[in-house]
């Protein structure tokens, strides 16, 4: 008879969150994640009773809101508010860059 066991602890890698580059974000700015900062040892079953009453199913329920992104941003990275909003005038300048390319790209010019 066969049998698979698994070690009783995770590894969690940890990486820091930075502004994301992201260009079609649709509402703020987009997040990702930086360089790696650590790991760290938890055990199986306390992680996955702390993570139950958190999980998100749906990927309605993954993706986050504009306060929720920009408080993240804030509060756990460390940016300024001045920070956010040149990052956000450059995201979209970027993200017209990119819709008037592809415009171009896709429109038909007729001449006489």
Known sequence: SKSVSFDS???IAEYDLVIGDHPMCQNGLPIALGKP???RK?????YECDRMPKRRHS???MRLSYCER???LKNVSGYSESDLVQAEREMLMERDRLINKRRNKF???FHD
């Open 42 to 46: 938890v055990d199986l079953n306390e």
């Open 37 to 39: 900062v650590g790991t």
């Open 70 to 72: 920009k408080n993240l």
């Open 9 to 11: 602890s995770l590894e």
């Open 59 to 61: 990927f309605q329920e």
């Open 107 to 109: 429109s038909v010019k």
